[in-house]
C-alpha cells in the first residue's frame, strides 16, 4: 500500500468511527441535545478532527442519516430479465419491509423531522436524500417497466408517489411478520377487488 493510500485507509477508518460514535450519540439524545465534543470522545479523536471532516453538527447528522439509510438500501431499481410487473411490485414491498425492521433509520429520520422547526435545511436535505432518493429509484423502475412494455406508458413521477403510497398504507399489516418470506402470499390478498397490492399497483400502471 503506498502512502497515499494508507493516509486514505486512515481517513476513512476515522470518518466511519466518527459516524458510528455519533450515531449512538443522536439515537440516545436526539439532535438538539447531541454535543460535539462528546462525539469526539467516544470516536476517540480531538474536536479539531472531528471538524477537520464534518464543519457542523448539522452537516454530521445528515452524513449518519445517509450512511445509515444507505446501508439499508432497497432494491427498487434491480429488475432481473424476466421480471414481471407484479414481481416488481411484490418485491417492492419485501424491499420496503427490509427497510422498515431497520429501527435506527427510522429513528434518525423521525429525529431530523422533529429538528424542522429548529433546522428546516436539516430537515429538508435529509428528506430529500433518503426520501426523495426512494421515490426516484422507484420511477426509475417504473420507467424500465414502461420500455420493456410491461406496463403502459404514463407519468411515472406520479406513478411512483402513488406506489409508494400503496405500500406504506399497508404497510402495517406487513410489518406483524417477523419474516419477508410471507409478504409475496400476503400481498396478493390485501388490496381492493382481492388483487392484493400487487393487483392493485398493477391495475394503476394499466390504467394510466
Do not use: C, W
Amino acid at each position: 500500500m503506498t502512502i497515499g493510500a494508507d493516509r486514505q485507509a486512515t481517513g476513512d477508518a476515522k470518518r466511519d468511527g466518527i459516524i458510528r460514535a455519533a450515531s449512538v450519540l443522536f439515537l440516545r439524545d436526539g439532535f438538539s441535545k447531541a454535543v460535539m465534543a462528546d462525539v469526539a470522545r467516544d470516536a476517540d479523536v480531538s474536536t479539531a478532527t472531528l471538524y477537520k471532516y464534518f464543519e457542523s453538527k448539522e452537516a454530521l447528522f445528515e452524513a449518519v442519516v445517509i450512511h445509515s439509510a444507505s446501508a439499508v438500501q432497497d432494491d427498487f431499481g434491480a429488475i432481473a430479465p424476466g421480471t414481471t410487473a407484479r414481481d416488481f411490485f411484490i418485491q417492492a414491498l419485501v424491499s420496503a419491509h427490509e427497510v422498515h425492521q431497520q429501527a435506527h433509520v427510522t429513528a434518525l429520520l423521525r429525529i431530523a423531522i422533529a429538528e424542522v422547526n429548529a433546522a428546516p435545511e436539516l430537515a429538508r436535505k435529509v428528506f430529500d436524500t433518503v426520501v426523495g432518493g426512494r421515490y426516484k429509484r422507484f420511477q426509475a423502475a417504473l420507467d424500465e417497466m414502461v420500455q420493456r412494455g410491461l406496463l403502459k406508458p404514463h407519468d411515472t413521477a406520479f406513478g411512483a408517489r402513488i406506489g409508494m403510497g400503496m405500500i406504506g398504507q399497508n404497510m402495517g399489516q406487513f410489518m406483524q411478520y417477523q419474516t419477508a418470506q410471507a409478504i409475496p402470499k400476503l400481498a396478493e390478498g390485501v388490496g381492493q377487488g382481492g388483487g392484493g397490492v400487487a393487483g392493485d399497483a398493477m391495475g394503476l400502471g394499466a390504467g394510466l
